[in-house]
């Protein structure tokens, strides 16, 4: 069984930065992908970005250059650095991990998290 726990989310001023962690926990191995999703109010959950020793990382465009995803295999923990936060950017995240090591960009993980809300505003 694995486990997600997130935290890190709350408010944030427009410009402002966030730093989000994802404690995994169970037969997570630092070949598994993990990856942060996101899903704002009357929209779909979409990837935010992902990682994995074998996949490198992805993003979503909306967020390449001011989000970044990075790991601690050691501590079995993903992170999510969130800088020049937009209103746009407010919604839940959520946390996820795939049981293999190659999973397709679009598949969907099979663990996730309780998810951590932000929201950015003035």
């Known amino acids: ?7 890190g989310g709350g ?4 410009g402002g930065s966030l730093r989000l ?3 995994a926990s169970g037969t997570i ?4 992908v993990m990856g942060w999703y996101r899903q704002a109010p009357r ?13 490198g990382t992805n993003y979503a465009a909306s967020v390449r250059g001011r989000f970044t995803i990075s790991r601690d295999n050691a501590k079995s923990t993903v992170y999510l650095q969130m800088n ?5 950017d407010t919604a839940v995240y959520y946390c996820a991990a795939f049981r293999g090591a190659l999973p397709a960009l679009g598949s969907q993980p099979d663990y996730w ?10």
């Open 43 to 55: 929209k779909q959950r979409e990837l935010v970005a992902r990682i994995g020793s074998l996949t």
């Open 1 to 7: 069984q694995v486990q997600l726990v997130e935290s």
């Open 11 to 14: 408010l944030v001023q427009p």
């Open 84 to 88: 020049s936060l937009k209103p746009e």
């Open 113 to 122: 998290g309780q998810g951590t809300q932000v929201t950015v505003s003035s």
């Open 29 to 32: 191995g630092h070949t598994n």
């Open 21 to 23: 962690s994802c404690a």
